[in-house]
């Protein structure tokens, strides 16, 4: 019942919010999923704006449709109903050869496992997406060095990923977002496999793309002191937005990290996720 | 995407499991060496039907009595009594006249001696006009003329390999020999001229007036020849001509009506004999190819099989890279690259591997083979084939993967 309310206070805040200048707008986003005769409602009419430069943390239980709605602002699945501008442009009907090229060109993704293409050096990882961009070798290799260099890996160019440790290869991952300058970020739960300190560094890293560069970033999370680094947090259950409100007393991880202990073991880095 | 960086990603995935990629590339560099080296035995025989065609000299006839060409050619007849008499080939060179030149054969052996040296040769009678119908000239001396023909001279025109064998570099014009224990005098070296099909040593040849084998080697009282060599004029239509004109003159000195349906001898021409053993032997090629190139399509079903294998362990791979914005269309052709690259590599070392084997067929087991620049060509595209052929369906499914799944898969 409360979940009713709050739905129908998230709708009423949604037309202001659709700006000109959001960055993704999604209207009405339907997906529904069929296993044999039975139909599964993963997102039942999502509305939603993210304008240029935001920072939101999009957190809910699993099954809650927050992992669908990343696919669909990724660009990787079509909804079934509503539509979905990205950047401008309609994208909620693109053949699969054009969400490619949107992909390519307006999505960086970092996922919960890194997924980093293994036995392939950092530099080779992070000129990938240049690679089905088309741009020559050379500026590829100057790209993906200075990528690199703004994650603070600029000396492990040519190290395999199976030589860096996670809190690198996620560092990799970044860069391989953020090579082709996209328009959003796309982050599925990206500390999920890091301890404390090594996630808190991470969110150092986004929260300056996001100062600095004006990176729009969109961060699937369930961990709540994760989503506190974010500017805005959205909370999903059932298919359905049931809160959408901006963090209070924000976090920064450069601060964060100066309070933490320089060495801690592996007792410590479990407390220090509270 | 640039084909550059396709190519690159297919050394690198390659590379990365080099020896199931070498594995393989073995199935198709077996395939492909054995449609090249049993496809050269094959060339090999039809270039040696062409070499001795020629070696024969063109527009060559032949007429053998009775018919003996089912019995291994003219030599069967050496014991038989004939009926083809060197009358008959004066008479087809005179009243023929398409007809320009004619000898008779007549074929015996016996032991070559000189000095100390001695040799098994093979011993062929003929006239003066031999080297006219057979195309054949001499190194060093003369031949003989009409009037040794005539006169049963003892004299003797050999090929450079007997000089080589016999006199073992005295210069052999006008050195004394023996044969049969009747002296004879060498007076002409051939010009080489190589193998025959057969086996037989063209160089080997030991040329005599065809009187003194009949009379002298032989010891025949009614002179029969083995066959007769003719040389038609060049002209388009003379082999036809000859044959029809042959056939009345013969059958007429024969007493042979023209209706009865065997005379006693036969015609033939090289072209004809050429041209049928030529079939066999393309036949034999395209035998051989095909069994070959099954060996091939073995070999594109196991770079099938592997790419299939590939596609499944690299799933995650194929999403990651969907994932940052490959096409699937992108996937398809990596893929594709991966199947060519290893089909074509396969085929280039195939092309040396099958070539290395027909050069040591011809070694070992003296063999007449020959590489052909088209049956590289086509052993290597036919590669290449299967290479597209089987790669595409491996690489259609890594196309058709949902990026979120292959993200997933474990």
């Known amino acids: 019942m409360i979940g009713i309310s709050l739905e129908a206070t998230a709708a009423s805040r949604r037309p202001s919010e659709l700006t000109q200048d959001a960055v993704i707008r999604l209207d009405h986003i339907h997906k529904t999923y069929y296993m044999g005769d039975i139909e599964v409602h993963a997102l039942r009419g999502v509305s939603l704006g993210v304008g240029r430069g935001e920072y939101v943390a999009i957190m809910g239980p699993s ?7 990343m696919n669909i602002v990724g660009c990787l699945d079509h909804p ?13 009907q693109a053949s699969k050869a054009d969400l490619a090229d949107i992909r390519n060109e307006k999505v960086g993704f970092v996922f919960q496992s890194f997924n980093l293409v293994s036995r392939t050096s950092a530099l080779e990882n992070v000129e990938l997406p240049m690679v089905y961009a088309g741009v020559r ?3 590829r290799a100057r790209r993906a060095a200075e990528a690199l260099e703004i994650v603070g890996l600029s000396d492990k160019l040519r190290n395999l990923p199976n030589q860096l440790s996670g809190g690198q290869q996620q560092r990799v991952a970044i860069a391989r977002a953020l090579v082709n300058n996209p328009a959003i970020i796309l982050a599925d739960e990206p500390t999920g496999a890091l301890d404390t300190r090594t996630s808190v560094e991470l969110m150092e890293v986004f929260q300056k793309l996001n100062e600095e560069r004006n990176m729009t970033i969109i961060l699937v999370t369930h961990e709540i002191d994760i989503s506190e680094y974010a500017k805005r947090v959205i909370l999903f259950r059932d298919g359905r937005i049931v809160k959408d409100y901006p963090v209070t007393g924000r976090r920064n991880a450069t601060q964060v990290l100066r309070e933490l202990p320089e060495e801690e073991d592996e007792e410590d880095e479990a407390e220090g996720q509270k | 995407m640039r084909f550059a960086a396709i190519l690159k990603i297919a050394f690198w995935a390659l590379g990365r499991n080099k020896m199931r990629s070498a594995l393989t590339m073995l199935g198709i560099i077996i395939g492909v060496g054995a449609v090249i080296a049993l496809v050269s035995i094959g060339q090999g025989a039809q270039a040696l039907i062409r070499e001795q065609m020629a070696a024969m000299g063109t527009n060559v006839m032949y007429v053998w009595p009775q018919d003996v060409r089912g019995t291994g050619g003219a030599r069967g007849a050496s014991n038989e009594q004939g009926t083809l008499s060197d009358a008959d080939v004066f008479a087809i060179r005179n009243e023929v006249p398409v007809i320009a030149a004619a000898t008779p054969i007549v074929t015996s052996n016996g032991q070559l001696v000189f000095k100390n040296n001695n040799m098994r040769a093979n011993i062929q009678g003929v006239g003066e006009e031999f080297p006219i119908v057979r195309d054949w000239n001499l190194m060093a001396g003369t031949f003989f003329t009409a009037a040794d023909v005539e006169s049963r001279a003892r004299v003797l025109v050999v090929g450079p390999a007997i000089v080589a064998e016999l006199f073992e570099g005295v210069d052999p014009i006008g050195q004394a020999v023996r044969l049969r224990n009747q002296p004879f005098e ?31 080697l032989l010891g025949q009282v009614l002179p029969r020849v083995n066959q007769a060599m003719l040389k038609t004029v060049d002209q388009e ?7 029809r004109m042959i056939d009345v003159l013969l059958r007429e000195r024969h007493g042979i009506p023209p209706e009865a349906e065997q005379p006693d001898f036969s015609l033939g021409n090289l072209t004809e004999i050429a041209n049928a053993a030529e079939q066999q032997t393309v036949v034999m090629t395209l035998m051989l190819g095909s069994i070959a190139a099954i060996a091939l399509i073995v070999g594109g079903i196991g770079i099938m099989n592997i790419m299939l294998v590939s596609v499944t362990e690299r799933t995650r791979e194929i999403g990651i890279r969907m994932a940052v914005g490959s096409r699937p269309g992108y996937i398809r052709l990596q893929f594709l690259a991966e199947s060519i690259m290893m089909s074509l590599t396969g085929g280039a070392v195939g092309v040396i591997f099958g070539g290395l084997c027909s050069l040591l067929i011809g070694q070992f087991l003296q063999w007449n083979t020959w590489v052909s620049a088209m049956s590289v060509m086509i052993s290597f595209g036919f590669a290449a084939a299967v290479g597209v052929f089987f790669g595409f369906y491996p690489a259609h499914k890594a196309a058709k993967l949902d990026p979120i799944d292959a993200l997933r898969y474990e």
């Open chain 2, 237 to 243: 239509g003379a082999f036809i001509l000859a044959e």
């Open chain 1, 137 to 139: 070798a050379k500026e």
């Open chain 1, 80 to 92: 079934t109903r509503g539509t979905y501008y990205l950047d401008g442009r309609d994208v909620s």
């Open chain 1, 63 to 69: 099954g809650s449709g927050k992992s669908t709605m």
């Open chain 2, 186 to 216: 060498i007076i002409g070296v051939l010009e080489s001229k190589g193998q025959t099909g057969v086996g037989q040593d063209q160089d080997e040849a030991v040329l005599a007036p065809y009187t003194t084998v009949q009379r002298k």
